[in-house]
């Protein structure tokens, strides 16, 4: 038997499980208020938080550290690579620590499997992170020079939701050509034609439909203005785009949960918010169906939010049109993270090397 610890942050929540093999023994999701968030001015100074919060869940639950066979985390904003395991080394922690690509929770993913795995002299690693870039030379041209189109999105959960659906209906994800939209933290939908995502706009830096704290795209002309009116930093400017974006720069909350009760409790601005983002991720919908030319298996639609099934609908009366949706509330990350560390130590697959 082989146990291993799965760490995944994410935008708004530490994801946490323990899996004895396949079997999940223990899963504790945290979700982080904007306001506990925003007092860190940078990802990495969330790094003791957030180990914290994973040790005392871990001795709250009597589930010693000692007892595991390695640790895996959700990889995040490194250089662009293909998909798959990757051993935690030097180089990954480096990238990780100043953000190469960026800076988002996934980073703490893999530093902090080290640092756990350290501990005990067993090893660390990362699956499917948020940088699989598989897009095609075309989708990578963004219509000025200076500027390429990056894959930066929820790959590890795209991926394993897209994988299990193909299972469902007894197809192989190499057959299909799918849109899997993923609404969580951040939002995105990448367009996976026979196995591979040809394109998806990047989630983590103002692209595609806005998210609960993500401005997604903007008016480019009012936002070069907004930069230069002289009442912003530069660090201002990045964290209205991420972090106070989206429905927390509308509603002052990254969670939906609540979004949804202010509407049952009849605030008629929540609902246009909440719908206006909706309407966003059915366009987004639409773009991936022109990407595949409308040659469309599936619609997906996953992450927390996926869970109201309100919000899902009104996605799926302007998209069902395309072909059929599917819903699939949540996530299939810490099975997929777990699934990937398993194989590598069971000695099915060799660890890749990040460099
Ligand atoms: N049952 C639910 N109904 C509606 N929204 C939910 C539900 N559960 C979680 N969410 C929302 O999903 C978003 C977080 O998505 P999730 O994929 O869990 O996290 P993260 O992006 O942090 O990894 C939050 O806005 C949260 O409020
Ligand atoms: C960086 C893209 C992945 C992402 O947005 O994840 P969260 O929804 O967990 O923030």
Same mark, same amino acid.
């Given at each position: =038997?082989?146990?291993?610890?799965?760490?995944?942050?994410?935008?708004?929540?530490?994801?946490?499980?323990?899996?004895?093999?396949?079997?999940?023994?223990?899963?504790?999701?945290?979700?982080?208020?904007?306001?506990?968030?925003?007092?860190?001015?940078?990802?990495?100074?969330?790094? $003791?938080?957030?180990?914290?919060?994973?040790?005392?869940?871990?001795?709250?639950?009597?589930?010693?550290?000692?007892?595991?066979?390695?640790?895996?985390?959700?990889?995040?904003?490194?250089?662009? !690579?293909?998909?798959?395991?990757?051993?935690?080394?030097?180089?990954?922690?480096?990238?990780?620590?100043?953000?190469?690509?960026?800076?988002?929770? @996934?980073?703490?993913?893999?530093?902090?499997?080290?640092?756990?795995?350290?501990?005990?002299?067993?090893? @660390?690693?990362?699956?499917?992170?948020?940088?699989?870039?598989?897009?095609?030379?075309?989708?990578?041209?963004?219509?000025?020079?200076?500027?390429?189109?990056?894959?930066?999105?929820?790959?590890?959960?795209?991926?394993?939701?897209?994988?299990?659906?193909?299972?469902?209906?007894?197809?192989?994800?190499?057959?299909?050509?799918?849109?899997?939209?993923?609404?969580?933290?951040?939002?995105?939908?990448?367009?996976?034609?026979?196995?591979?995502?040809?394109?998806?706009?990047?989630?983590?830096?103002?692209?595609?439909?806005?998210?609960?704290?993500?401005?997604?795209?903007?008016?480019?002309?009012?936002?070069?203005?907004?930069?230069?009116?002289?009442?912003?930093?530069?660090?201002?400017?990045?964290? =209205?785009?991420?972090?106070?974006?989206?429905?927390?720069?509308?509603?002052?909350?990254?969670?939906?949960? $609540?979004?949804?009760?202010?509407?049952?409790?009849?605030?008629?601005?929540?609902?246009?918010?909440?719908?206006? =983002?909706?309407?966003?991720?059915?366009?987004?919908?639409?773009?991936?169906?022109?990407?595949?030319?409308?040659?469309?298996?599936?619609?997906?639609?996953?992450?927390?939010?996926?869970?109201?099934?309100?919000?899902?609908?009104?996605?799926?009366?302007?998209?069902?049109? !395309?072909?059929?949706?599917?819903?699939?509330?949540? $996530?299939?990350?810490? =099975?997929?993270?777990?699934?990937?560390?398993?194989?590598?130590?069971?000695?099915? $697959?060799?660890?890749?090397?990040?460099?």
């Amino acid at each position: =038997m082989t146990r291993l610890l799965i760490i995944n942050p994410g935008s708004t929540s530490t994801k946490i499980a323990v899996f004895d093999d396949e079997k999940s023994i223990f899963e504790e999701t945290l979700r982080h208020s904007v306001q506990e968030i925003s007092s860190f001015n940078k990802i990495y100074d969330q790094y $003791e938080f957030r180990k914290n919060i994973i040790v005392n869940v871990l001795e709250k639950n009597n589930i010693s550290i000692e007892t595991l066979d390695g640790v895996v985390g959700r990889g995040g904003l490194l250089k662009p !690579i293909e998909g798959g395991t990757y051993e935690v080394n030097d180089t990954m922690l480096e990238d990780l620590k100043v953000g190469y690509l960026g800076e988002h929770a @996934s980073n703490l993913g893999g530093i902090i499997a080290y640092e756990i795995a350290k501990e005990i002299g067993k090893k @660390s690693f990362i699956v499917d992170p948020v940088v699989v870039d598989e897009m095609e030379e075309v989708a990578r041209v963004s219509g000025l020079k200076e500027i390429e189109r990056k894959s930066i999105f929820h790959a590890l959960n795209q991926k394993a939701v897209a994988r299990r659906h193909a299972n469902k209906i007894g197809r192989k994800y190499e057959e299909l050509n799918l849109i899997v939209a993923h609404l969580g933290g951040g939002v995105s939908v990448g367009a996976h034609e026979k196995g591979r995502v040809i394109d998806v706009a990047n989630a983590l830096d103002g692209e595609g439909p806005f998210s609960p704290e993500r401005s997604g795209s903007l008016p480019v002309g009012d936002l070069v203005k907004l930069c230069y009116s002289g009442k912003y930093s530069l660090d201002e400017m990045k964290k =209205m785009i991420k972090g106070n974006g989206g429905i927390v720069s509308y509603l002052n909350t990254n969670d939906a949960r $609540e979004v949804g009760q202010r509407i049952k409790n009849g605030d008629k601005y929540a609902e246009l918010i909440y719908n206006a =983002m909706a309407y966003q991720v059915a366009k987004e919908i639409g773009s991936c169906a022109a990407v595949l030319k409308g040659k469309v298996d599936g619609i997906l639609i996953t992450g927390g939010i996926a869970y109201d099934k309100e919000f899902t609908s009104w996605i799926e009366e302007r998209v069902k049109f !395309i072909c059929d949706v599917t819903v699939y509330p949540g $996530e299939d990350e810490l =099975m997929a993270l777990a699934e990937g560390g398993l194989r590598v130590l069971r000695g099915e $697959e060799e660890a890749k090397l990040y460099k």
